[in-house]
């Protein structure tokens, strides 16, 4: 799969219901909306840029961005005068990883699936309209990607967002498919209601998805989700190949059932709290 452009990520609002929550502190909100302004691309940035993008007026985000600097996880280049990320940003990040029960419990599936596939391997969790990269295996053909553990990705035209959507009910499924920007990726990208409804359909029903070219020219993937005692979707895994290499008949006729096989030996390896 060729290297592409992640799509760009917008910093979330502040929640609605945050306005009458006398819990909820305002100041720790701004500072993380600050952190969000970095990333896909914007490595570097000035005072001026951060309050833009952030939404904060230039004195508060001078405030946010000092703080964040003595803290460890800014710094600013004392020639430009411009922020950039640390690596102690990392850090959250690497401990949901080192304590999540589901990247743990799924970690021999997946190279058990990576080593009879020889192909990319990803495990995927749902978070709002995006699948976020929990873990991935990748291929000795694949010369290089931009999906990486953390990377985040639509869920609507990925095939282990389908696979998630496609065990939700299904009001809830359309609600965040309402609220996603379905904007065409490739040619090949399905961007209409009733379309990708149709998908959620026929995905529940043969309990795997198939998507060909709908983010990344020449990708094909498959995935099933690893759900939870209710039937919930927990996360999902995938595999990808190279169109290249194999043809969508091919793909679905050799790891279709290896997928569905592997996320339900994951749903059964989770904790019984999370399989409640």
């Known amino acids: 799969m060729a290297a592409a452009s992640l799509p760009r990520r917008k910093p979330p609002p502040a929640p609605a219901e945050t306005i009458e929550d006398g819990l909820f502190v305002n100041s720790v909100e701004k500072a993380f909306r600050v952190?969000?302004?970095?990333?896909?691309?914007?490595?570097?940035?000035?005072?001026?840029?951060?309050?833009?993008?952030?939404?904060?007026?230039?004195?508060?985000?001078?405030r946010f961005t000092h703080t964040l600097e003595r803290l460890g996880y800014l710094r600013k280049d004392p020639r430009t005068r411009h922020y950039?990320?640390?690596?102690?940003?990392?850090?959250?990040?690497?401990?949901?990883?080192?304590?999540?029960?589901?990247?743990?419990?799924?970690?021999?599936?997946?190279?058990?699936?990576?080593?009879?596939?020889?192909?990319?391997?990803?495990?995927?969790?749902?978070?709002?309209?995006e699948v976020v990269y929990l873990s991935r295996l990748l291929?000795?053909?694949?010369?290089?990607?931009?999906?990486?553990?953390?990377?985040?990705?639509?869920?609507?035209?990925?095939?282990?967002?389908?696979?998630?959507?496609?065990?939700?009910?299904?009001a809830e499924a359309k609600r965040i498919l309402d609220r996603s920007d379905r904007r065409a990726y490739t040619p090949h990208?399905?961007?209409?209601?009733?379309?990708?409804?149709?998908?959620?359909?026929?995905?529940?029903?043969?309990?795997?998805?198939?998507?060909v070219q709908e983010i990344y020219p020449g990708d094909v993937s498959i995935a099933a989700a690893v759900l939870g005692a209710e039937g919930e979707p927990c996360a999902a895994?995938?595999?990808?190949?190279?169109?290249?290499?194999c043809q969508p008949e091919a793909a679905v006729?050799?790891?279709?059932?290896?997928?569905?096989?592997?996320?339900?030996?994951m749903s059964q390896s989770l904790p019984r709290e999370q399989r409640r």
């Open 35 to 62: 952190l969000d302004v970095f990333g896909n691309g914007q490595r570097s940035l000035g005072l001026s840029e951060i309050a833009a993008a952030s939404g904060l007026d230039r004195s508060a985000a001078q």
């Open 84 to 129: 950039e990320l640390t690596v102690r940003t990392l850090d959250l990040g690497h401990r949901y990883i080192r304590s999540s029960a589901i990247v743990e419990r799924a970690a021999p599936y997946l190279l058990d699936l990576s080593r009879a596939t020889e192909e990319a391997v990803s495990l995927t969790m749902l978070d709002e309209t």
């Open 139 to 170: 291929s000795r053909y694949m010369l290089n990607t931009n999906v990486q553990v953390g990377s985040r990705l639509p869920a609507y035209c990925t095939a282990p967002g389908l696979a998630m959507l496609s065990r939700l009910p299904r």
């Open 189 to 211: 990208t399905t961007t209409a209601m009733p379309a990708l409804v149709a998908k959620l359909d026929v995905a529940a029903r043969q309990g795997f998805v198939l998507t």
């Open 253 to 265: 006729e050799r790891y279709s059932a290896l997928v569905v096989t592997a996320a339900a030996a």
């Open 237 to 245: 895994v995938n595999v990808a190949v190279s169109l290249s290499r």
